[in-house]
C-alpha cells in the first residue's frame, strides 16, 4: 500500500483577510515498508499535512492516492482507508477514555467487526508489543497509570488495529529519555513485525530521524524542501540551518572533528560508527573521502 501525494495546496481561510496557505504544490511518493521521517520548524506544514494523509483534510489542489483509492476524489468512501491507517497524535494518552485497559485497547478491533477471539488476541498482542503485562492490567482503569504507561496503552490501541500505515506525530513529546527510547523501539519493533508497513514519522528530534528512518522529508514555509536520504539531508547541513533546523548530535560533532582536521565521515550517526572513525584517525587510518559527506546531496 504505497502513498503518493500529488502536487497538494490547502489554504486555510480561503477567501477571508486571514487566509493563509499551510501546503503549496507538495508531491513525493512512500513505498510499500519505507520509515519516512518528517522534520520541519513549527508552522511547516507537518502537521496539516498528516491530516490530509488520513482524510481529515481535503486539499484545495492536488491528489492522495492510498494503495489503489484517490482519498480525493469526490464521494470516495474513507472508511476501508482508514481502517488501515493508525493516526497516533501529539499526546495519544489524551485519547483515553473507557473504563478498563482492555476495553480501551479493544475499541478499534471491536469497531472493525471482528469476532471476540480475535479481538482478545490482538488486545493481549498489542500491550505485548508496547511493554506492557495483559493480566496485570487489563482490568484496571488506564487513568491509574503513569504518563509514559498511558501513552503506550493509547499506542496498543492503535496498533491492534495491525494498520497497513502508521502515521505519528512527535509520539515521544515529553517523556523522559528511557520512555522516549522504549515507545520509538516499540515502533521499530511493530515496523518490523509487520510485512510491507509505512511508517511515518513527524520528529523535532534529529537524532531519531537519522537513526530510525529510511527517509527524510523536509517541509518548510507548506513545501517540500528536501526529500532523501538521511545521509542525502543532513549533508545540506548549512541549508537546515538556514530554515531554523538542527542536524544530528554525531553530525554537528564530526563537522567540527574535521573543522580540526580529524577526517571523521559527516554520515556516522551512530556511537559505534563515530567511535570506531575517530578510533581509526587517532591510529593513523584514513577514512574514504566519499563516505565524509562533503559535497551536498
Wanted: a negative charge.
Amino acid at each position: 500500500m504505497s502513498i503518493e501525494v500529488r502536487n497538494i495546496t490547502h489554504i486555510y481561510n480561503k477567501g477571508l483577510p486571514q487566509e493563509s496557505v499551510a501546503l503549496k504544490d507538495v508531491s513525493f511518493t512512500v513505498e510499500d515498508g519505507e520509515f519516512l521521517g518528517i522534520i520541519g520548524h513549527t508552522g511547516s506544514g507537518k502537521s496539516t499535512l498528516l491530516q490530509h494523509l488520513d482524510g481529515l483534510l481535503k486539499p484545495d489542489e492536488g491528489q492522495i492516492l492510498i494503495g489503489d483509492v484517490d482519498i480525493t476524489a469526490p464521494k470516495v468512501s474513507l472508511l476501508a482507508v482508514r481502517r488501515q491507517i493508525g493516526l497516533v497524535f501529539q499526546y495519544p494518552e489524551y485519547q483515553l477514555f473507557d473504563e478498563t485497559v482492555a476495553a480501551d485497547v479493544a475499541f478499534g478491533p471491536r469497531n472493525l467487526g471482528l469476532g471476540q477471539e480475535e479481538i482478545d488476541e490482538r488486545v493481549r498482542e498489542s500491550l505485548s508489543m508496547v511493554g506492557l503485562d495483559y493480566e496485570k492490567i487489563k482490568d484496571k482503569s488506564p487513568f491509574d497509570f503513569s504518563g509514559g504507561q498511558k501513552r503506550r496503552i493509547a499506542m496498543a490501541g492503535v496498533l491492534a488495529m495491525r494498520p497497513r500505515v502508521l502515521i505519528l506525530d512527535e509520539p515521544t513529546a515529553g517523556l523522559d529519555p528511557r520512555a522516549h527510547r522504549d515507545v520509538l523501539n516499540m515502533i521499530r519493533a511493530y515496523h518490523k513485525s509487520q510485512a510491507d508497513s509505512i511508517i511515518i514519522l513527524v520528529s523535532h528530534n534529529m537524532n531519531d530521524i537519522a537513526e530510525y528512518a529510511d527517509r527524510v522529508l523536509v517541509m518548510d514555509k507548506g513545501q517540500v524542501r528536501m526529500h532523501g536520504t538521511p545521509k542525502e539531508v543532513f549533508a545540506r547541513s548549512a541549508e537546515l540551518r538556514e530554515i531554523g533546523l538542527d542536524i544530528p548530535d554525531l553530525a554537528d560533532l564530526a563537522e567540527k572533528l574535521l573543522a580540526r582536521g580529524l577526517h571523521v565521515p559527516k554520515d556516522a550517526f551512530t556511537i559505534p560508527e563515530m567511535a570506531q572513525a575517530i578510533a581509526m584517525q587517532l591510529r593513523g587510518g584514513k577514512t574514504d573521502p566519499a563516505a565524509e559527506g562533503g559535497e551536498d546531496a
